[in-house]
């Protein structure tokens, strides 16, 4: 069973348009991050929470929101869509406190926008 | 600046081994991993380091200098399977300490 489940696995969304990125983690952990991934650059951080308090935006555009319901959701809303938002995004979980920086990342979300 | 380093090919032979290796610059350290992509997949973790040396954990180990600011990810006994994208990762502990800064990188080709 996968421990951390994104959905959808893929999305295609029209430009301008809005879109919410859902991410749970049945981990236990306490810590919950969003990068993106574009074709030929590296795994690009965005967000990180711990105890659903935001710990880190390295994100420039306020388009970007992360959305906690619960301990372990965070989710991503998108709004006014552009197409180089178009990549996948990978959602992770870490517990914070151990000395292993080990995270479980999600199989991702694969957004195009057209 | 902040930076991860990595080549972004490396060949080598069924059998035999390949290094994969990384350069960082940052800030603070607390800790370096190494994670395995495969095309179209999530990454996955393989190793944590933060003390200088080499750990062995069989198939792949680990090496890091600290001072170089230089790790490598050996990988040892080549199946074809290996073949896929290896990323360095290095947390920073001079920022938040929930970030973890990601190279590009290094797709090995394993030839048989």
């Known amino acids: 069973d996968p421990k951390i489940i994104q959905k959808p696995k893929y999305l295609v969304a029209v430009t301008g348009s809005e879109k919410i990125l859902i991410c749970e983690q049945y981990?236990?952990?306490?810590?919950m991050y969003w990068y993106r991934q574009s074709a030929k650059k590296p795994l690009e951080f965005m967000f990180s929470y711990s105890y659903q308090k935001l710990m880190d935006n390295q994100t420039a555009s306020s388009r970007f929101q992360p959305q906690s319901s619960k301990k372990n959701h965070l989710d991503l809303q998108i709004t006014a869509l552009k197409p180089d938002d178009s990549a996948t995004y990978f959602c992770?979980?870490?517990?914070?406190?151990?000395?292993?920086?080990?995270?479980?990342f999600g199989s991702g979300t694969r957004l195009l926008v057209i | 600046g902040q930076g991860v380093e990595q080549p972004d090919n490396l060949m080598s032979v069924e059998g035999t081994f390949a290094r994969v290796n990384c350069t960082y610059s940052?800030?603070?350290?607390?800790?370096l991993s190494w994670y395995q992509q495969r095309e179209g997949h999530a990454p996955v973790f393989l190793s944590y380091v933060v003390l200088d040396g080499l750990k062995d954990s069989g198939h792949f180990s680990t090496f890091l200098s600290r001072s170089n600011g230089y790790s490598y990810l050996l990988l040892t006994e080549l199946q074809i399977k290996d073949s896929a994208s290896y990323l360095c990762?290095?947390?920073?502990?001079?920022?938040?300490?929930?970030?973890?800064?990601f190279g590009k990188g290094t797709h090995l080709h394993v030839l048989p």
């Open positions: 992770a979980s870490s517990q914070p406190g151990q000395g292993n920086s080990d995270y479980t």
């Open positions: 940052t800030s603070g350290f607390n800790g």
């Open positions: 990762a290095v947390r920073d502990r001079d920022t938040n300490a929930y970030k973890v800064i």
């Open positions: 981990l236990g952990h306490n810590a």
